[in-house]
């Protein structure tokens, strides 16, 4: 079955690095995502990562996917105090259809 | 940014109530979808649309109903309203072969007492 595991907090300070991380059970998936979502609002895409690659990265953010393990990573460097936010990683397969499996989320908290 | 919308933001009703909970994109996607979020933040998929009278259910067992008339309107109803339907509803939508993004509304925050 499908089962996407985040831990639940992160706290950390402005200007440093902030890695999330997610494991999952399905390595059928074809994209792995992740998300954001700020107080009172949506979700909105931060970036994703094709099920065949390695790693990926877009200005402050890299992802990182061992398939072996299962594990995918979401690294924000010099992180900001707007970057709080909950960050969900989330799954799907094929293209087209984005029924998405989603993580239980990681409430990232950054003090100045 | 993405032209999704939902209404109502908030709704706060009573027990054994009516709801409809409107969900509108302006982007022509053929798919559309209602995540339902718990107070504890995890998302789960209760109906999704592949198109026009297309509706699916989730992975979560829900007791609202959805309807596809038209392509931009993905209304979800609850015919008679509990407390324990008190959640988070966010819509999505994507569009056809090679979408790799769902666009998300920003929610239906709905309490019932």
């Known amino acids: 079955g499908e089962d996407v595991e985040q831990s639940l907090f992160l706290s950390v300070r402005e200007g440093d690095s902030s890695v999330i991380n997610c494991t999952y059970t399905d390595s059928s998936s074809t994209y792995l995502y992740w998300y954001k979502q700020e107080p009172g609002a949506g979700l909105q895409l931060l970036t994703y990562i094709f099920s065949n690659m390695d790693m990926k990265q877009d200005q402050r953010l890299t992802v990182l996917l061992n398939k072996k393990d299962k594990h995918l990573s979401l690294r924000i460097a010099d992180t900001q105090t707007g970057d709080s936010a909950i960050y969900f990683c989330a799954e799907s397969w094929g293209t087209g259809f984005q029924k998405l499996v989603f993580g239980t989320g990681t409430r990232l908290l950054v003090s100045p | 940014e993405a032209d999704i919308y939902q209404t109502p933001r908030y709704l706060v009703i009573g027990t054994g109530k009516k709801i409809t909970l409107e969900c509108s994109q302006t982007?022509?996607?053929?798919?559309m979808y209602w995540y339902q979020q718990d107070p504890g933040m995890e998302l789960h998929l209760i109906h999704y649309s592949y198109g026009v009278n297309s509706t699916e259910k989730g992975d979560l067992s829900s007791e609202s109903t959805v309807s596809r008339i038209r392509t931009e309107h993905f209304p979800l109803t609850l015919e008679s309203a509990r407390p324990s339907h008190t959640s988070q509803y966010l819509c999505a939508s994507s569009e056809g072969q090679g979408a790799t993004e769902a666009f998300f509304g920003q929610g239906t925050r709905l309490t019932v007492v």
């Open positions: 982007m022509g996607h053929d798919k």
